[in-house]
T-cell receptor, first 113, second 110 residues
Framework: KAGVTQTPRYLIKTRGQQVTLSCSPI?????VSWYQQTPGQGLQFLFE???????NKGNFPGRFSGRQFSNSRSEMNVSTLELGDSALYLC????????????FGDGTRLSIL | QKEVEQNSGPLSVPEGAIASLNCTYS??????FFWYRQYSGKSPELIMS????GDKEDGRFTAQLNKASQYVSLLIRDSQPSDSATYLC??????????FGKGTRLHILP
């Protein structure tokens, strides 16, 4: 069974640009969550999508947005990039039922110049 | 603010010894608990799930849960250098959000 696939693996952008990251969950998983990981802050929850609807949201500004498609694939968009957005962005999928563990992709490392 | 607390470490343990990693959480209604291992430069990997009070064993790993004390721990027996990593505790809160601790860095000394 294929795992969670994130593309691209690496991205370099400049301030003010926007970026779109993609995540394909494990087959049969309907929930996709996005996290930002930095050395100082650890894993911070961005949002979760389930059946094409945002089910939970963290405390990030509106520049961070996402969506989920009917095949459960998800995209995350960050607009007006700032230097502080440099981080590892991780996607995790689960079946979506309470108590089910999440499985992570390899992440997208975003660097802002 | 619901929280999950872990000692950041590093925790240094001699090879072959037992490594003990601890985690406390604030939401008393939490029902599901997970331990992830993250190697440097890699993504977190699920190693244990635990849902009820007591111990759960899987190979060299034992997860322990005490809901009354709001405490979950991970024991690694016969520690190997390959166990050197950051271990993340994650808690599924009563409103179905998963909150991660900041992780404990474990260093197994050869």
């Amino acid at each position: 069974k294929a795992g969670v696939t994130q593309t691209p693996r690496y991205l370099i952008k400049t301030r003010g640009q926007q970026v779109t990251l993609s995540c394909s969950p494990i087959s049969g998983h309907r929930s996709v969550s996005w996290y930002q990981q930095t050395p100082g802050q650890g894993l911070q929850f961005l949002f979760e999508y389930f059946s094409e609807t945002q089910r939970n949201k963290g405390n990030f500004p509106g520049r961070f947005s996402g969506r989920q498609f009917s095949n459960s694939r998800s995209e995350m968009n960050v607009s007006t990039l700032e230097l502080g957005d440099s981080a590892l962005y991780l996607c995790a999928s689960s079946q979506g039922h309470e108590g089910q563990p999440q499985h992570f992709g390899d992440g997208t490392r975003l660097s802002i110049l | 603010q619901k929280e999950v607390e872990q000692n950041s470490g590093p925790l240094s343990v001699p090879e072959g010894a037992i490594a003990s990693l601890n985690c406390t959480y604030s939401d008393r209604g939490s029902q599901s608990f997970f331990w992830y291992r993250q190697y440097s430069g890699k993504s977190p990997e699920l190693i244990m799930s635990i849902y009820s009070n007591g111990d759960k064993e899987d190979g060299r790993f034992t997860a322990q849960l005490n809901k009354a004390s709001q405490y979950v721990s991970l024991l690694i027996r016969d520690s190997q250098p390959s166990d050197s990593a950051t271990y993340l505790c994650a808690v599924n809160t009563r409103d179905d959000k998963i909150i991660f601790g900041k992780g404990t860095r474990l260093h197994i000394l050869p």
